[in-house]
């Protein structure tokens, strides 16, 4: 049976790595760009560079990606720096995986492939090990064909199994198949279970932070809510959702998601398979955007992780845009450009008390403004309905001096559920019923 296990051979490991990346024609500083983008991938995977080969065309070759001439390129390369695996800065055929590994010799992997690797180096809770579990077995099906070589038929032996039997890449592909069923259905069952957490947390307010990898979403996190959480200088180190509050002694509480960061050309099937996690998102009453403005590819970073908040469906909810790393900047009228576009733009460091507390503050101040008022007279032995103002609802005034009558006086604003749910007291004291 086919487990889980790692797309890329482990004597692949302690050998540099050729990287193979594609230029368009008036795109080169993109591709450059996302050339070093996966290298600092590979790097997270412990893997060095060890050549580069670089295709300039529109077109690629669809038995192999690269033309002949190109192929001999990677091949004396391989030969000089003694690679043994070949990383395409591109999505491929498992026809063009078979075709490279036979012409090159060596193992292939695409970018897709090296982001799932990240994901599985990094998947700790069961949740994030089936997500990633399942996103592998279905990049690896398709592929089957460039990853496998035993394909001659099987016989067996007794009466009933004379003759051909299945060909191994069938039964290959059968067994990944039965997998992913399985871990789809335990999936199903841990995504009750967490949808069952976020209904306990439906009337708490939820600001979820998204950005690019390693923008520094989760140092930011842990600013803003003054966890211990510890972030970290690596692409993919958050996968699981990590949920905080924002400020324990606000009211209402305010509740902080971090979720996994989005990155170019992130494998479709790896959106699918964290959409548990990432309705983190789509549940959010504000979703805070974090940039890290330092980067020289900040606009592609905003760009992409626009796009995947729009495949979310996550693209409606209001947003804040947080410019990250502004004091490694060397050119201060950059900010100006991203708040053209974004006009809720704060910037600042993460690393910085005062910009976090800036940025907290008008976090806060969001949903403020947002709250509709009420004016109440409750009940002083009503201690449920106290509870539920205090908890829920900023108290802008309480007046205790018709406490002798029986009530107490309270102006405050609150989520409009939580007003509706406290309507009977509004304006005219309810009438006392004896029990």
Not at 200 to 208: F, G, M, N, S
Not at 317 to 335: G, H, S
Not at 362 to 380: G, T, W, Y
Not at 390 to 408: K, L, T
């Amino acid at each position: 049976m086919i487990e889980q296990a790692s797309l890329i051979p482990p004597q692949a490991f302690g050998f540099p790595a050729i990287i193979v990346g594609v230029t368009h024609p008036g795109k080169k500083t993109e591709g450059q760009t996302s050339m070093e983008e996966l290298a600092a991938l590979l790097k997270t995977l412990k893997l060095t560079v060890g050549g580069r080969v670089i295709l300039h065309t529109s077109r690629v070759s669809s038995s192999h990606f690269l033309g002949v001439g190109k192929v001999e390129e990677v091949r004396e390369t391989i030969q000089r720096t003694g690679a043994k695996l070949v990383v395409v800065d591109h999505t491929l055929s498992g026809p063009q995986v078979r075709n490279l590994e036979k012409d090159l010799c060596v193992s292939i992997i695409d970018r897709p492939g090296v982001i799932l690797e990240i994901f599985a180096l990094h998947a700790k809770s069961k949740q994030a090990k089936t997500q990633v579990g399942i996103a592998q077995l279905e990049y690896l099906l398709p592929r089957l064909s460039g990853a496998w070589t035993h394909f001659q038929r099987q016989t067996g032996g007794g009466v009933a199994s004379r003759g051909m039997g299945e060909k191994q890449i069938e039964i290959d592909r059968r067994r990944v198949r039965e997998r992913i069923a399985r871990l789809s259905k335990r999936l199903e069952t841990i995504s009750k279970e967490r949808m069952t957490q976020r209904k306990k947390r439906q009337a708490q307010l939820k600001v979820a932070i998204v950005g690019y990898t390693n923008s520094g979403k989760t140092t930011l996190m842990k600013g803003l809510t003054k966890s211990l959480e510890q972030g970290e200088d690596a692409l993919f180190a958050t996968l699981d959702a990590q949920t905080r509050t924002l400020d324990p002694n606000a009211r209402p509480k305010v509740l902080m998601s971090d979720t996994v960061g989005f990155i170019h050309n992130l494998p479709h099937g790896l959106i699918e398979s964290f959409k548990s996690t990432l309705d983190e998102v789509c549940c959010a009453d504000l979703v805070l955007h974090v940039v890290d403005i330092s980067s020289p590819d900040y606009l592609r970073q905003i760009e992409t992780t626009e796009s995947v908040l729009a495949e979310l469906g996550a693209d409606h909810i209001p947003k804040f845009v947080f410019l990250n790393k502004t004091d490694q900047l060397d050119e201060a009228f950059l900010p100006n450009i991203v708040r053209r576009r974004f006009p809720d733009v704060t910037e600042g460091s993460a690393l910085n008390p005062k910009d976090v507390s800036k940025l907290r503050s008008k976090v806060l101040e969001f949903f403020a403004a947002r709250f509709p008022s009420a004016e109440l007279s409750i009940p002083v032995e009503d201690q449920g309905a106290q509870s539920l103002v205090h908890s829920m609802c900023i108290v802008d005034e309480v007046d205790f001096q018709d406490s002798q009558d029986g009530y107490a006086q309270y102006k405050v604003r609150g989520q409009p559920e939580i007003i509706a749910q406290l309507s009977r007291y509004k304006k005219k004291r309810p009438r006392m019923v004896p029990i």
